[in-house]
């Protein structure tokens, strides 16, 4: 497989397990393994060859349904589904299924995505920004201030990693959960709505899962000039099905929950992206030429982010540039930072392994040595 | 490959070149000639751990939009693009950015898919039924009736067939050719704007191609309260990645356009789904027991419905149960009607091979003969 030649930090699509690549390639030639062949015979078609309403895919879809609420913890109270057209289309329909004539949504913004579905949010309704880490350039998490339920139709949040989903009296809480979700147990009965594009944690791109409290859901003032395809409540009723869904999608995702769970759950990924981000973070602190962006306390297990501001300003843009030529030369490929930010992020998902994060910390301090 | 076991009328996800399953089941192993690798060597990756904006996508993007105008002959003057979310997303897109408060959108009625797009649309707009073809059971493509211009925004085809695309003067034209497009050569030019997902003619379910004339998108009435995510004009600006776009799908659909090409084109293509169709047809047509659903002349080419409505109406559903299963047992499979109408439905887009209808005509012959 490819993945033993390169160390991929993409944000995302990112890096995912070898052994789910190989089944999901086995699958793009014939399916194997379903309702109709419990002895993990091929059924002599293609995965992508078949109707989402089939016995071979239902089994799919109920499997992947099940792994979401067995391996990522999400509870029964809440519907599960698979959607497209990622966080950024979830941006657009939580508000036109959650905005409210008598309440504003109130947003934490902790940065460029959250700035995205803000800008959203504002076309449809009266829209708060209740904190914002803006002033120090987005390296922590602010704290939740009080907010009035009367007042307030729900929080939504976004981005950098929370160490703990935010509790709010009476107030419904939406996240975006897409970088974060099954890299450490979370507690989503905190939720009322959460969504993750799977191209980071979960498989590749093009499918959204979605999942929303029934009891949210059936207390949603009824807004009939929402398209029916934009409602929660067509797919929850339809059970991903209303219209075809990303079938090939819904295979990797199950796959990644199956080797998720196999590899034990969200507890063992916890303590390995834990030991993964410390190697780096404290290879980062002790560094004299790079700084890391987020401030302890407010440090994302999965997107570390870094400069090289420990050199004169004069020259940090060429050794940016040289470290990252340096570093796909030597197989660590995509460290570049997001084009709105600059500097270096290293994506350090659930399917990214140790010896890569050491492969990095190594290949670093050899840089500063000879910087 | 387990497309010489079975012959599969799925009518989508539906049955796709054994040469583009090859090729996109090594590429989910890892990709290989792309932008990077130019003698088609591997790029060390998977194509779905690498970024949407990476140069290796970017490449697949640009040649699948190339191939779009190249091989599905749509005209240089509309611009392409790819979203998620299928027909049914258009259903409610179309309206979104189409509506106008001072005119009415007029639909041909041709059946079920019809029917959810006229749903969608009168909840934003009034919507004019201006022909259907419900009163004979959407058995052939009614005309379409003089449109004013002054109380028209636009006419919305779907479904059944039609041979030419209608024109109507200073009305434009909108069209879902999910499961016309690629089938043979269509006038496009006539259209304002088109949308097909990829599921039935062009690739896996999960992408949806869209069309759309650029002095038709520029003269849109702004209205400010659709959201961006929904907008035509935020894809077409940002050329399919205003947000992570379904990265497998297009590559697949690239896939699919080169055999197409390979293949001879769309009129090389006309020639082989007509010769498939008459096949099919003119053994239905002859029989004594089976009973083709669409008149002659409003007859598709992709989906040939009919049922056993030559038998006495006591028998019709135990023949029809029968068929299926028998049909089954010889490998010809999904060959039951969609679940609104029952019968039975062949479905033989581009990739279904002619041995594939040979095989069914042999096989309602001998039926036929028992029975």
Redesign the interface.
Known sequence: ???S??F?F???????PARV??R???A???LRGSAHAPHAE?????L???????ADFTAILERATALCHEVLEIPSTHAVVF???????Q??MV??NLARTDKAAAFIDTGVWSKKAI??SK??QETLVAASSGDTGYDRIPAVPELEAAKTSYLHIHGTQWRELPQVADVPVVADLSSDIGCHPMDFSRLALGYA?A?KNL?????TLVFIEREFLASLEAR???????RYATHVEKQSV????????VL?LQLVLEWLRDEGGLEAAGRRNREKAALLYDHLDASSLFVPHAQPGHRSLMNVRWSADGAPEAEREAITQRLLAEAKAA?L??LKGH?SVGGFRASIYNAFPLEGVRALVEFLREFEARA
Request: charged share 15%.
């Open positions: 497989m490819a993945a030649k390169l991929n993409s944000a995302g699509p990112a890096t995912l690549l190989e999901a390639s086995e793009v030639r014939e091929g059924i002599g078609l293609s992508l060859e078949i109707s989402h309403r089939s959607l497209q057209g990622g966080a950024s289309q941006f657009a508000p036109m800008r959203e076309l449809q594009g191209q498989g590749p791109s093009g499918v009939e000039q929402v398209p029916y395809f934009f209303y219209n075809t869904p990303n079938t090939f999608g990797v197989g490929v995509n084009r």
